[in-house]
């Protein structure tokens, strides 16, 4: 699966150039990436909207919370406007940022079912259209039954292919597991942290085309050997990959899932609906197809009760934790 391009030129015979897969996950994973871009809109789904809300709740730098506002506004997750007259600027969600709320939830999902421990989910939802209380299910936007990852097929769609991997400066840190749950718990930051980061998203990613084998992972990633056996010892930690020998040895591995690490594909799903959605331009890079009806889809995270797409304006929710102001 390593794909490669050969450029040739006057000064150079040849050069071989490592290609990066297509994907709508990935473009979506980078938006909620850095830590305090999560933090930011996660208390905005809760309502905060001034910037001097921000700052008290998150214990943010000024500049920094700055930064990451601007960089939203840029990206059409949020638009600014005095809507409340007497408080000044504000942020509010766009459609674009509105539309994030599902990855949200079927994050939570996750996280609720796997992350939580002993502990109770820290958010309670309350579908308002039906009226009942109800925890998100990620399901197939067709017949509406919830997906695996042994449901879905996949093929190329009009956006796949590689290219050379993007070379802009990192200017932000990955996500920080510390600093993801600052203020209050949260099952989305437990699951973020696992994914979080961008070897252990793309290795996770390699792991759903099929990649199990280190060296494999390697060539195609272009990775470190120190930072692919680092990651993979992560996700084998946190219970999402397990090692399965493979040598008449034993001293040779590959990397399957684990019942957890099958439940993360639902999440990965959301992402790239919104994705494939707001970021393609219409040039999707896979089409998925649900086995148990048929249909190509997307998936749609729904209310457990009605199976209506739960909505961030049809949504109520109780804490089971007490928030300090």
Known sequence: MKAEVVRKNKKLKSATILLERHCSVRRTVEIVLDSWSFLILREAFFGVKRFDKFQSRLGIPRQTLSNRLKKMVQNGLLSTGTRDTGKGKQYYFTFRGKDLFSTMLSLMEFGDKWLAGDEPPPLRLIHTRCGKKCHPITVCGECKKPVTAFDVAYRDGAGAGYSPPETRPVKH???????????????????????????????????????????????????????????????????????????????????????????????????????????????????????????????????????EPLRVTDTDYTLTYTLDE
């Open 173 to 307: 840190r990955s996500s920080d597991p510390k600093v993801l749950q600052r203020i209050r718990p949260c099952s989305v930051a437990r699951s973020l942290a696992i994914i979080g980061d961008r070897w252990s998203f793309l290795i996770l990613r390699e792991g759903w085309f099929g990649v199990r084998r280190f060296d494999e992972m390697r060539e195609n990633l272009g990775i470190a050997t120190n930072i692919l056996a680092d990651r993979l010892n992560r996700l084998v930690k946190a219970g999402v990959l397990r090692k399965v020998s493979y040598s008449a040895t034993g001293d040779r591995f590959e990397y399957r899932f684990t019942r957890m690490g099958i439940d993360l594909y639902k999440p990965m799903l959301v992402m790239m609906a919104w994705g494939d959605k707001w970021l393609s331009d219409g040039n999707t890079p896979l089409r998925l197809r649900h086995r148990q009806c048929d249909h190509d889809f997307q998936a749609q995270v729904v209310c457990s009760e009605c199976l």
